[in-house]
DNA sequence: TGTAAATCGGATAATATCATCCAATATAAT
DNA sequence: ATTATATTGGATGATATTATCCGATTTACA
């Protein structure tokens, strides 16, 4: 009959990434997309693309640029892209690690100082497990391999 | 020689769980510790033990005590204590529900509306395999078993 | 050379998370 | 009964993250 609300003193929602790491995957994956077909891609066109916002997104993209992941053209035609050659050299870690830093990497489940084996929390095996699979995905996954999930419609980029 | 510094115009940093989730597991650990012996413990105990701020750690023990994780008793000799009964029954997952939510069960890494196989976002495979992992991970890690670990010195809430 | 279209970069605003303060309530012990 | 000690709950403050605005710079093209 009647449903049971939880109302929390807190809104925290768990989320695995940033947002801007969110953006930055996301609008990784949309350029390479374009970039196997030669084409570029301006920021507008992207943020509608990932449906994200407009200026929020140039930071990112600025970020991504900077850190060499993609790059950008100024002026008329110009716009992001990722250099064909380099397509299957970007990882989701390097997005990560630009936009997020590494903390990623020696971050303590538990929020302890930095994660340490010598004198771990109580949750740091099982934890490092976990960590270590999703190191080890981000590594390996390129955004050339995550674009082509785009390609036949198999995969979407906003809703 | 020189170092690169990456200034990075945001300061973003990497965190499985929120403080909040951090907090009221490390609180439910040294809860759990103690309870084993009989022993209850105070908000100010429990603060001084994970080394937290007292005040936000008082929300977080709030929130486990409205859900029943554990349970709270006010006036002198009060505190906090796990029954012994349910010691082995409170999961992380537990926690990280009652004060996060459960988006961690439906929550999409790349941050769309939400995970959904059938219009899957380019990650979703790859990221389900390590959020059901550590799914998994919480649902089957019981707050008992985790106190073990502080019995022999063999692990560390604090710093 | 001028103009328009694009990114860049700094400042600022909005929101969410993290944290503190304090009066009210409950209760054990004197 | 009174007092001291503890949690509760509401308001408020601080910080981090997310988001926007706008002038400056770059550059393709007419
Ligand atoms: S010490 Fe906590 S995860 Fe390693
Ligand atoms: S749709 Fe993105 S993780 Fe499932």
Request: net charge neutral; proline share 13%.
């Given at each position: 009959m009647s449903d049971i609300f939880f109302i929390s003193i807190f809104d925290t929602n768990y989320n695995m990434f940033s947002k801007a790491s969110e953006y930055g995957i996301r609008a990784a994956i949309h350029l390479a997309h374009l970039s196997k077909k030669g084409e570029r891609c301006s920021l507008r066109q992207v943020a509608k693309a990932i449906d994200s916002p407009v200026a929020f997104t140039a930071k990112v993209l600025q970020l991504l640029a900077r850190d060499g992941i993609i790059v950008s053209f100024q002026g008329p035609t110009g716009g992001y892209e990722i250099p064909k050659e380099s397509l299957s050299l970007v990882h989701l870690s390097d997005i990560v690690k630009a936009i997020?830093?590494?903390?990623?990497?020696?971050?303590?489940g538990l929020g302890l100082e930095s994660c340490n084996e010598?004198?771990?929390?109580?949750?740091h095996f099982q934890f490092k497990s976990i960590r270590d699979e999703l190191k080890e995905m981000l590594q390996t996954t390129s955004v050339q391999e995550l674009a082509k999930g785009l390609e036949y419609g198999m995969a979407f980029l906003k809703r």
């Open positions: 997020d830093g590494d903390s990623i990497y020696n971050g303590c010598k004198k771990p929390c109580p949750l």
